[in-house]
């Protein structure tokens, strides 16, 4: 074992596990066998966090998964090996072949392009598309890749100037003759983005899929690879030419879904099948090769139709869930800072209570447009009903339909970046453009997964392994 030890693994003495390291001469990136009081671990000692407990090691076991030993636990340490990680997957070009679609890959960022930054414990973005292609190779027997790395930012960072610039990008791929558009992205606000691309590209002649993944690439179940081979295979030889989103569809590795960018919501923090398609059924399914499709009312794959860039966005627009007790100062406060734009997702069939009415008339008075949505996210706004929901009307708010808030939000920013014209605006609100509006709601366009009851028992049975 070569001495001394790297300044850069030990920075000072008070740190106890890094005193326990130097009592057993062993180093960070050491493969080692610990005897502990709870048992024997092999792994490889990783930096810790600096802002983790200093009295933990962290042990990256065999299986890939990370451990952390409190040093009063620990007997023994003994070095089976010594190899510094560098947590980097190089590049590689895609090999070109002539019978393949071509298929271009937009990079944003996002949890499929990141890897975990071991200083912090926090997972960055780092993989470039030439990188995640080096990390699964099996999308070079699908197509023919070009990469593009338009932004590098997880996706709470993507902003109405982000979502313009990928439209733009990908009505240039298109235009260049692309047979395919994925976009790698961050899956927390991918359908905002979703929905925003729906509107700014229309008619697109080819599929555009966007994909994440919930976990990183350097854990052992990202859901990584198979997002980007069904996406992959879906821009490539699918026949859907709409934006959808590509994710698990199970929480197991069988298959991805293909949800409609207006319809689909992140619906569980940590779940890898966390995207739903709300109010509706997915659009298809993608599995090994195979597409199998679930609707019928979709655009077809015709690359001689001409795809219309419409990217335009006023951001002077925002998003109020109604909760018991909200005050008419909100509303106040939003038109005395410029918003033009208001989407309230209301209780119940589309609701607030009575003290916000005067504030409401005095928003839509200074040329506000105020649209209503559900906060239950299923079913529609019904606002003949009851009195209140007519007394709203009266003021001037319009019922959105079955329009998720997110995506009624984001196409009432890209309705104002026309025209401000209440008319007009509404005009363009409640005209369709790709079933961010329906007509009715399928019987199995609502399903929760409400666990003990024993048909959702028998079906979990069949269906998980």
Same mark, same amino acid.
């Given at each position: 074992m070569s001495e001394?030890?790297?300044?850069?693994?030990?920075?000072?003495? /008070?740190?106890?596990? #890094?005193?326990?390291?130097?009592?057993?001469?062993? /180093?960070?990136?050491?493969?080692? +066998?610990?005897? @502990?009081?709870?048992?024997v671990f092999e792994g490889l000692i990783l930096p810790r966090a600096e802002t983790e407990n200093p009295f933990h090691i962290v042990l990256k076991l065999r299986n890939g998964y990370n451990v952390g030993v409190h040093v009063? /636990?620990?007997?023994?340490? @003994?070095?089976?090996?010594? #190899?510094?990680?560098?947590?980097?997957?190089?590049? +590689?070009?895609?090999?070109?072949?002539?019978? +393949?679609?071509?298929?271009?890959?937009?990079? @944003?960022?996002?949890t499929i392009a990141s890897r975990l930054d071991y200083r912090t414990g926090a997972v960055i973005p780092a993989f470039s598309p030439g990188e995640l292609y080096g990390a699964v190779p099996e999308l070079a027997d699908i197509a023919n890749l070009t990469t593009k790395k338009i932004y590098a930012v997880f996706s709470e960072n993507m902003t109405p100037e982000t979502w313009i610039g990928t439209a733009k990008a990908i009505d240039e791929e298109i235009r260049a003759g692309a047979d395919g558009i994925v976009i790698g992205h961050g899956t927390d606000t991918m359908h905002y983005t979703s929905a925003a691309l729906t509107f700014m590209v229309q008619d697109p002649p080819v599929p555009i899929i966007m994909v994440g993944s919930? /976990?990183?690439s350097d854990r052992p179940s990202s859901d990584a690879a198979l997002n980007l081979i069904d996406a992959t295979y879906a821009a490539a030889y699918g026949d859907i030419a709409e934006v959808l989103v590509c994710m698990f569809g199970p929480t197991s590795d069988q298959y991805d879904l293909l949800h409609r960018g207006t319809r689909v919501r992140k619906m569980h923090s940590s779940y890898r099948s966390t995207f739903r398609t709300i109010s509706d @059924?997915?659009?298809a399914t993608v599995r090994k090769g195979e597409i199998r499709t679930i609707k019928t009312d979709y655009r077809r794959r015709d690359k001689n139709r001409e795809l219309k860039l419409d990217a335009v966005f006023d951001d002077r627009v925002t998003i109020l869930y109604y909760y018991p007790n909200m005050k008419p100062d909100l509303i106040d406060a939003l038109v005395a800072n410029g918003y033009?734009?208001?989407?309230?997702?209301?209780?119940?069939?589309?609701?607030?209570?009575k003290p916000l009415y005067p504030a409401i008339k005095r928003a839509i008075a200074a040329g506000v447009h105020i649209y209503m949505t559900v906060e239950t996210l299923w079913g529609y706004v019904q606002m003949y009903v009851y009195d209140t929901g007519r007394d709203i009307m009266d003021l001037g708010v319009v019922p959105a339909g079955n329009m998720i808030p997110e995506t009624a939000y984001v196409k009432l920013g890209w309705a104002l970046g026309h025209t401000h014209d209440r008319e007009e605006v509404k005009k363009l609100m409640l005209t369709p453009i790709c079933g961010e509006l329906t007509e009715r709601e399928p019987i199995d366009g609502y399903l929760i997964m409400q666990g003990g009851l024993p048909e959702i028992e028998q079906f979990l049975l069949k269906h998980r392994r």
């Open positions: 001394p030890h790297d300044p850069e693994d030990y920075r000072g003495y /008070r740190d106890p596990a #890094k005193a326990t390291l130097i009592k057993h001469k062993i /180093r960070v990136w050491s493969d080692v +066998k610990m005897d @502990t009081a709870d048992g009063d /636990r620990i007997h023994t340490v @003994t070095e089976l090996g010594y #190899k510094k990680a560098h947590y980097k997957i190089p590049e +590689k070009a895609f090999p070109y072949d002539p019978v +393949k679609p071509n298929v271009t890959l937009l990079g @944003t960022g996002g919930q /976990r990183s @059924t997915p659009v033009k734009g208001i989407v309230i997702a209301g209780t119940g069939l589309g609701h607030f209570n």
